[in-house]
């Protein structure tokens, strides 16, 4: 049992929250920090010289999270594991158990925080990069009529600045890290161990957490998914003509326009590339209806959880 509790704890964040002596004007300071300090800064307020670097920063905490996160929805995949094989009893898995809820809750809602702040310097970003992009035309239009064409003006050209352009790479590659299969199967996962806590102010404040994040991933999904279904339709033409060509191979092998070894030759390539192309639209189907599966099952939760 010792072992089996050092291995989980071993990899757990290592951060230690000292406790506060108890004075009342003190710790309502202190609650209200905490409580600023969990959500990030508004981005509207964060002047375009600090944009950049602050939300670089933003996005190795949205990263590391994102890591912790996936790590700690193993832990309790293994966890439920050992609990159903009896490998632990059910007091020291439900000690486990609430461990790991309580941080999969300040994750999620630091994620939220971040996403949103995150999504916000995105836009900024482009704005600013827009910005860049005009002054640069200007500078060209007021040097066009002075120089012969093709002649660079003199002096300092400015180069449209890439910073934006990585920046906004960046946030990008951050979101494409959590995609919706795996974020949904987190909030999942959480809204699941809050159902079974008694209603409060802070598992109700949770909950709506996790219903404005779902709210936001189906509208994304939504198109996504319109996408998918686009993508399965364009496939099943590409196999039906692959079919067609089948049966006109076979039927001009029959009237003998083709030598046995060029009709196996054609026959097997199209065989293979149409089990290839089936293999891909059951792919995305199931893919579909996972996810549609995992959003509804979070949206149930919640509406038995409420």
């Known amino acids: 049992m010792v072992g089996f509790l050092k291995r989980f704890w071993r990899s757990k964040n290592n951060k230690v929250v000292e406790a506060v002596p108890r004075q009342i004007p003190l710790d309502i300071f202190q609650e209200q920090m905490r409580e600023t300090s969990k959500r990030p800064r508004t981005v509207q307020r964060v002047p375009v010289e600090d944009l950049r670097r602050e939300a670089e920063e933003k996005l190795r905490i949205f990263q590391s999270n994102v890591k912790e996160m996936k790590d700690l929805s193993l832990k309790m995949e293994e966890l439920a594991k050992l609990y159903r094989s009896g490998e632990i009893p059910k007091n020291i898995y439900n000690i486990i158990r609430a461990e790991m809820s309580s941080r999969l809750s300040e994750l999620l809602e630091e994620q939220f925080h971040l996403r949103e702040y995150l999504e916000l310097a995105k836009a900024k970003a482009k704005l600013e990069w827009a910005k860049e992009k005009i002054g640069l035309k200007e500078f060209l239009d007021r040097h066009e009529k002075t120089y012969t064409v093709g002649a660079p003006p003199p002096g300092e050209m400015p180069q449209p600045s890439l910073k934006w352009e990585r920046l906004i790479n960046s946030i990008d590659k951050a979101f494409a890290s ?7 199967s987190f909030i999942n996962q959480y809204l699941n161990m809050i159902k079974e806590k008694e209603l409060s102010e802070d598992v109700e404040k949770s909950r709506e957490f996790c219903q404005r994040r779902l709210e936001e991933i189906s509208k994304k999904w939504s198109s996504m998914r319109r996408d998918k279904i686009e993508e399965v ?3 099943e033409l590409k196999a039906s003509e692959i079919k067609d060509e089948i049966k006109e191979t076979e039927a001009r092998y029959a009237v003998g326009e083709f030598e046995e070894s060029a009709y196996e030759s ?4 199209l065989q293979g590339e149409l089990r290839s192309i089936e293999r891909k639209i059951e792919e995305i189907r199931r893919y579909i209806d996972d996810i549609d ?3 509804f099952r979070c949206f149930e939760t919640l509406r038995e959880s409420s």
């Open 178 to 184: 959590l995609p919706i299969e795996d974020e949904v």
């Open 233 to 235: 339709m364009n496939l």
């Open 266 to 269: 054609r026959l097997g390539a």
């Open 293 to 295: 599966m995992k959003i």
